[in-house]
T-cell receptor, first 111, second 116 residues
């Protein structure tokens, strides 16, 4: 069962690029890496998912090195509305594997 | 289309009472998940369903918790003899199929449970 480690909090300013790194040393061959965003009083929302190398969508990029023991969520040019908690998940449901969200990284964006 | 809905949005109950929390997943989603989130904490995974089957119930905090899903759609999470430590936001999510295989979970707004 892959455990993840993320920074508890990060601060940034509007317009900056933010990179949040997640460590998952025990990642298994079949595990995917998924990032979710959660605003206060709302359920989490899917941001991006990847298995290896780089994935990019309209919201973020996900960088995964060859050994897959870490991953970095990159948010380009953040705005105040990007202030939220970001969760890194590693795993594949099934065979008794649970999804662990952990406490996530609280990103605070200031003007 | 409609997203995941949960009811009630808020529930206040007295210690020792039973409560039922309901989740309506997105139509056609075969996988359904329950989590709970205590104040200021991350999400705690409780249970998932593939269709009507819950292969792993080990995430449920105690035997006072149970969940079922009928018709591959609506799910109910039941907490018997509620305790104050059960107070949390209970979140439900659904996905087209089990997560981790290039699939995303769509979350409902949650049910805030307060046990007095």
């Amino acid at each position: 069962l892959a455990k993840t480690t993320q920074p508890i909090s990060m601060d940034s300013y509007e317009g900056q690029e933010v990179n949040i790194t997640c460590s998952h040393n025990n990642i298994a061959t079949n595990d995917y890496i998924t990032w979710y965003q959660q605003f206060p009083s709302q359920g989490p929302r899917f941001i991006i998912q990847g298995y290896k190398t780089k994935v990019t969508n309209e919201v973020a990029s996900l960088f995964i090195p060859a050994d897959r023991k870490s991953s970095t969520l990159s948010l380009p040019r953040v705005s105040l509305s990007d202030t939220a908690v970001y969760y890194c998940l590693v795993g594949v449901i099934g065979a008794g594997t649970a999804l662990i969200f952990g406490k996530g990284t609280t990103l605070s964006v200031s003007s | 289309g409609a997203g995941v809905s949960q009811s009630p949005s808020n529930k206040v109950t007295e210690k020792g009472k039973d409560v039922e929390l309901r989740c309506d997943p997105i139509s056609g989603h075969t996988a359904l998940y329950w989590y709970r989130q205590s104040l200021g904490q991350g999400l705690e995974f409780l249970i998932y369903f593939q269709g009507n089957s819950a292969p792993d119930k080990s995430g449920l905090p105690s035997d006072r918790f149970s969940a079922e899903r009928t018709g591959g759609s609506v799910s109910t999470l039941t907490i018997q003899r509620t305790q104050q430590e059960d107070s949390a936001v209970y979140l439900c999510a659904s996905s087209v199929r089990l997560a981790g295989t290039n699939n995303e979970q769509f979350f409902g707004p949650g049910t805030r449970l307060t046990v007095l």
